[in-house]
Structure formats: C-alpha cells, structure tokens
C-alpha cells in the first residue's frame, strides 16, 4: 500500500487542522492505521491508531487524547486526523502508516510494527 499524508500547515494556538492520509494499491481495509509524529530532535512517538474496520477500536497517546480524533473512510481509502485545540508542544511532522491487521481490534501503537509509511506532513503551532 502506498500513503500520501496532507492537511498540515500553519495555525495559532487553539486552532485546528484536518489531516488526511490517502492509500492506494491492495485493500485499504484490511488495515491497520495510525499517526505518528516527530517533533526536531526528538523521536518519532505515537499520537492515534484505528483498527482496520474503525468505529470504536481507536487508541491515543495521552497527550493528544480529548483533542485528536482519528478516523477513516474505507470506501474512499482515506485515513484522517482531527486535531483541535492545538498546542506548540503538538508541531512536528504528522506520518500516517500502516499495517496488516490480523484481528479486527489491531490497532497497535509501536512504530515498528508497521510496515507501510507515507511522507509526512508538517504541522506548526504558533503560540
């Protein structure tokens, strides 16, 4: 599968931002995606994950939970990422990925078990 992250950009704090994540090749559905996020000189962390089927099988990184939804549309094989309430503490580039969802509840939050990344998009939070 090959993922193509959008939506990033420049916003105030408190503001928000969609971000999308469009893939195409083998069937979107079968699954597992997630938002990572690196912030400059930090490491790559975990910010949502969403199991291949969706609904209410989302997992968050407690620093976003509350203020990010994640979400996605199989028909249209697009992931997404609302973000509301934006911090500074939340600029980094945004990566979508995926993984191969045995269960139906996969949804994991370790980077290294995903196999497919797309190319990051960047998201600054002015305060």
């Known amino acids: 599968v090959q993922l193509q992250a959008s939506g990033g950009g420049l916003v105030q704090a408190g503001g928000s931002l969609r971000l999308s994540c469009a893939a195409s090749?083998?069937?979107?559905?079968?699954?597992?995606m997630g938002w990572f996020r690196q912030a400059p000189g930090k490491e790559r962390e975990f910010a949502a994950s969403?199991?291949?089927?969706?609904?209410?099988?989302?997992y968050y990184a407690d620093s976003v939970k509350g203020r990010f939804t994640i979400s996605r549309a199989n028909a249209k094989n697009t992931l997404y990422l609302q973000m509301n309430s934006l911090k500074p503490e939340d600029t980094a580039i945004y990566y979508c990925?995926?993984?191969?969802?045995?269960?139906?509840?996969?949804?994991?939050?370790?980077?290294?078990?995903?196999?497919?990344w797309g190319q990051g998009t960047q998201v600054t939070v002015s305060s």
């Open positions: 990925a995926a993984v191969y969802a045995r269960t139906g509840f996969y949804a994991p939050s370790l980077a290294q078990e995903y196999g497919y």
């Open positions: 090749g083998r069937a979107f559905n079968v699954y597992a």
């Open positions: 969403i199991s291949r089927s969706g609904g209410l099988n989302t």
